[in-house]
């Protein structure tokens, strides 16, 4: 059963979108190699309090952190750690708030430094399907135009979709229905109707679509070990066009992140 938000619901999520993202925007300020991904952490749970707000990851579940932060061959969930970023990785970081009951959660992945070619093609497609997904988010539509939206963009690419994990509504609780796959049929899926609230978040990776879930529980690997890029946006579900409540604007006109 998926509730459309209110208008007043869909401002607390707005509010939790903008800062999401400046959060974001904080933590790409200092992506370089030499950097630790704990450093990262830090960073993103500092500016979220002092905004007032709580990062609803850390304790999610037992997760420690703050942010997700999954290196390469890591998808999502990845740990902070002691890790050093070195030149030619990229860091994907996931970041939730908490602001008067609802929820904010966007993410995006960095390159460290310089990348290859190949590794830079995969975070420009895994971004713009996205975009692609967003573009289908429109009152009428199914869950599973997004998911085609999606998957026919990054394979047409030669990339894959990750099949297990796929973005989902947002509201007062920080994984609500409907679930929103990367992949799918047109015209398949729960309907979607005006002032619904949703995470779209593609999960591309450079090889075979396989993933493993590390001993820990958490970490989501790609099996051949290749890249993995993941965006996420939340948006609003409108006639005609949906619109964003997180944007990666604070990131890529204000940050040190060259396009
Ligand atoms: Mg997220
Ligand atoms: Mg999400």
Known sequence: MVRPKTEEEIELLRINGQLVSRTLAEVGKIVAPGVTTLELDRVAE?????NGAIPSF???EGF???????????????????????EGDIVSVDCGT??????????YTFPVGEVDAETRKLLDVTKASLYKGIEAAVAGNRTGDIGH???SYAESFGFSVVRELEGHGL???MHEDPGVPNYGRQGH?????????????????AGGRGVYLARNGWAVHTSDHRNAAHYELTVVVRKGKAEQLSTFDFIEKDGNIKF
């Open 58 to 60: 850390k304790g999610f």
């Open 149 to 151: 939206a999606v998957q």
């Open 64 to 86: 420690p952190s703050a942010l997700c932060i999954s290196v390469n061959d890591v998808v999502v969930h990845g740990f902070p750690s002691d890790y050093v970023l070195k």
């Open 171 to 173: 509201g007062t609780e």
């Open 189 to 205: 899926g729960t309907k979607l109707l005006e002032g619904m609230t949703i995470c779209i978040e593609p999960m591309i990776c």
């Open 46 to 50: 500092t500016f979220i309090r002092d």
């Open 98 to 107: 908490l602001y008067k009951g609802y929820n904010g959660d966007s993410a």
